[in-house]
């Protein structure tokens, strides 16, 4: 199928952990990445590929692939890690590009 | 620094169209591959299209075939997406977003999106 399929929204206590999925048929094939989203700003990329965390992106920030499911941890969160999630990666085309649903993340 | 600025959004009737502008500066950009992706009021991201490094190859999301093209004017460092025969469900915020690698032999964007403009709007009126 031509979807990436995301949680719509889970919680997570200060300072513990939480983690975000992503399944799709084309991440058989394509990493995903993972973008974070504040209120009124544009997306930045967290997490990539198989274990690519840009600079400046904290290390508590985390990813791994099994199948045809994508996973983002953050590992002890902190309230700034409050934002919309979403996935991304390509179809099974390998063409065409896709976005999750996004999933909300709020830091208790 | 590295930075993509959209320009071209506003407000427009159904059935028209419109041209998107996105001005890169502090890189080449002739050496990436770039996206449009959209967000509509309240919801979520929407990839809408890719052109290669080269301009050689474009994808569209089934939404906007046959309505949208994106293309690049690499000697002026511009992006470019027209819209035409635009709809009421077209109202979104456009980003434009550079692809941080492309296969050497193929020419194909592999991700990530690793660098974003802010956005421009587009609205429409009835």
Not at chain 1, 17 to 31: A, E, N, P
Not at chain 1, 51 to 68: A, E, K, L, Q, T
Not at chain 1, 76 to 85: L, M, T
Request: charged share 15%; hydrophobic share 30%; with cysteine.
């Amino acid at each position: 199928s031509s979807e990436l399929t995301q949680d719509p929204a889970v919680s997570v206590a200060l300072g513990q952990t939480v983690r975000i999925t992503c399944q799709g048929d084309g991440l058989r094939s394509y990493y995903a990445s993972w973008y974070q989203q504040k209120p009124g700003q544009a997306p930045v990329v967290v997490f990539s590929g198989e274990n690519n965390r840009p600079s400046g992106i904290p290390d508590r920030f985390s990813g791994s692939n099994s199948g045809n499911t994508a996973s983002l941890t953050i590992t002890g969160a902190q309230a700034e890690d409050e934002a919309d999630y979403y996935c991304n990666s390509r179809d099974s085309s390998g063409s065409h590009w896709l976005f999750g649903g996004g999933t909300k993340v709020t830091v208790l | 620094q590295v930075h993509l600025v959209e320009s071209g959004g506003g407000v427009v009737q159904p059935g028209r169209s419109l041209r998107l502008s996105c001005a890169a500066s502090g890189f080449i950009l002739s050496n990436y591959g770039m996206h449009w992706v959209r967000q509509a009021p309240g919801k979520g991201l929407e990839w809408v299209a890719v052109i290669w490094y080269d301009g050689s190859s474009k994808y569209y999301a089934d939404s906007v075939r046959g309505r949208f093209t994106i293309s690049r004017d690499n000697s002026k460092n511009t992006l470019y997406l027209q819209m035409n025969s635009l709809r009421a469900e077209d109202t979104a915020v456009y980003y434009c977003a550079r692809d941080a690698y492309y296969d050497f032999l193929t020419g194909q964007p592999q991700g990530p999106f690793d660098v974003w403009g802010q956005g421009t709007m587009v609205t429409f009126s009835s």
